[in-house]
């Protein structure tokens, strides 16, 4: 059957075309509706941002049902992660029209950006991306595990150092917890840091030890990905 | 006997769930902890979270009486690490119990958080990250080293450069050490920058010298972590 | 031709001299174009930047005559990638002497910085490199897109937090764009971040998430960058 | 001769003590130095530190002329590097005993710290991590100027986008290379940033190619130093 083919297969012409029309739709909804938030958008603008999702739903309605009638196991596709994605695409809209007022439903719309990731089936790099993460699991895992306690224990002791000193700045633990999550990832925004020597002392001591771990992952996942090329390349080169 | 095997050992179902419990109830106990500090919390939640801090610390006790009463070795158990923690997770509800006001001894209930690395003893990734560190740990204290060196010249120059133009922000090398470690972890709280020409080409020139050398630890630690790994896979598939 | 060779050629002394006299000049421009931006310039000073200007203008009319006229093919220098970069250098100069106000053409002239690429021709490390990015072109650009998804779902995500609380921070995603961008590279300005205590938790889950994947991209060029150095090394111990 | 041996050599145990005794006074130097900077340190510490500060400069005269006296080349020993190090580490006090003032003299002590990098002398890290620099010489400089080429161009770009909208922020290209600094280093203080779209937009293009480029060189060190200790470790084990 040659309409499934091209709604489902990727490694054709037509099937290709076919995903690169349904992502130029999905970069035009994620832009229509990143403008809508605009505060000084004239209406002008704004009718025509209705327009353009309202088409856009219409023709991911029309995907969807193609997709389910041209799926080989109906059920299987529904209740497929892209299956859902690509419903939950498109019913926000639909539950809009019947209820008067669900603005915060909209945002849920914004989920077909995660449509984009079907790009990922043709993509090899994406593929040794997986192989990668599930080579460095175990350790990443492992780092998550140790940036919380750190970020906890950054949290208790910055509490303790400047809660006298700053009680509007670091009124609890829970509050410590941003700034011990705006240092140790060093974004440090400079809404909260440590004034007293005390403080600053265990600032010094924490991101000394806590950077180390932090930054670990993504040199893990480099060497993981790297390895993985190697391995594919090696495995090439073997039968050739 | 059945007893000690659940309570000191984790290969066994029981023991692991045993252990799992323990671990559900240290993070209670920090959460409820956490919350406990918290400026504008209402009387009735503060009773729940004093209830809570009860019931754990008498479990926690029953827990700690059940392993020094199963442990082959009642000696060896209470000295080593964990016997240490179980008994610091404890001791400070009932020192505040004797004595009225000991709230910085609260604090020391914080210790509970380290409970959960008796996890590690399941976590091969664990045992590599120990390897690790062993594996690079020259490295890892020659950068310390460099890492602290580079930030006392920077402390000292910066000093040099900006205590003219901002004698409140950069009034002593001491303080200026604050500078140089936001500035090298790449923080940048903004509380204190140089303004002075001289400052800020200063600041350039050791931002470029000094974030190779800082940054380097955690490269090593992943690249050591790699090797760990591969020599394991190497192992492995040289025995099958 | 002995001309030709000194102008064209780089593997021998005189045309080595050459290139060096070039780059020089280069630089002397680049200096000399910052420093005629400094608001609070002497006139004095502003009249012999544009001599040096003139000067160095002439010289590289001069040089780019030179070049034509001893090039081999003077079609395909004139169109090659330097040949138009040699042209830009010179060309905005010229049109501002026949138009009265082309201030902003000026600009163009910074394009004379990538003159400094031509030593790229001498530079092995420049080569492996080249052949580093080609090797990690397909993760490079998958994690180029992933970077962007990421920082366009922190951004929806940040407006949902934060518009009601900072309707001026945060006024729409577009905007909230911004604090994306400041934040998952870890800059951290500042000018904006969350305050509410959902906006902060998402800032905390974006960040965890988000850090491995976009300093990724860095480790993987570097881990190209010694292998292509070790292939290079393993190749010449082949041959000796 | 037993004396030189003590002084010169450090494969001995008295050699060793007689070293760690002189850093136990640098140490001590550098501390008591950055103490002296406090602002409002009682008159008393004040004549205590420069109490050590007369004491540990003796010491290091005595020390300094126990070198020259026990050096095999008393010429050699002078003009080495450790040699010119000693003798700036006690010559600024001699100095400004003679004239009156010369307090900016004082900072010359600081090259004191300096001297601890003798210690290098007995630590296998520090000649794996010289011997990494020298592998990744070619790559450490090639990045450098790849990165002073994006600063540069940044700064240009960002002087062109923010000078309207902010003249007192970014009043020249030379001003804004503080920015550019700032930002690539992802330090990010916060007393300066872009504020018009323009500006934005350009500082996310440039944060996107720019960080790759400027995280490499760590990243080349630590696999550089990996490699060296990999090699060591072969060859070590061919030799077994």
């Known amino acids: 059957m040659k ?3 091209i709604v489902h297969r990727s490694d054709t012409v037509p099937g290709r075309v076919f995903d690169w029309i349904v992502i130029g ?8 509706f990143s403008i809508d938030t605009l505060p000084e958008l004239p209406p002008d603008y704004r009718a025509i ?3 353009v999702e309202i ?6 309605t029309l995907e969807y049902c193609l997709r389910v009638a041209t799926a080989p ?4 596709y529904i209740f497929s992660f892209f299956g859902i994605v690509d419903l939950l695409a498109i019913i926000p809209f639909y539950l809009s029209l019947g209820f008067v007022d669900l603005s915060t439903l909209r945002i ?6 995660l449509r984009i990731l079907k790009l990922a089936r043709y993509n090899s790099a994406m593929l040794r991306f997986g192989k990668a993460v599930s080579l460095a699991k175990e350790e990443i895992v492992l780092f998550g595990c140790l940036t919380v306690i ?16 700053q009680p509007e700045a670091f009124p609890s633990i829970v509050h410590s917890l941003w700034w011990a999550t705006a240092t140790l990832t060093t974004v440090g925004y400079g809404d909260v840091y440590p ?5 600053k002392l265990f600032t010094f001591v924490i991101l000394m030890c806590g950077l180390g771990i932090v930054a670990v992952p993504s040199g893990l996942l480099a060497a993981a990905l790297t390895k993985v090329r190697q391995d594919e390349e090696n495995s090439e080169s073997d039968g050739t």
Request: aromatic content about 16%.
């Open 150 to 165: 750190i970020l906890y224990l950054s949290a208790v002791g910055i509490y303790y150092f400047e809660h006298a000193a």
């Open 3 to 5: 309409l499934a083919d």
């Open 55 to 60: 088409f856009i739903v219409v023709l991911f």
């Open 108 to 113: 849920v719309r914004v989920i077909r950006i």
């Open 25 to 32: 739709f999905i970069v035009i909804s994620i832009i229509s």
């Open 73 to 76: 196991s109906k059920r299987r």
């Open 49 to 51: 941002i209705e327009f």
């Open 195 to 199: 004034i007293t020597a005390g403080g």
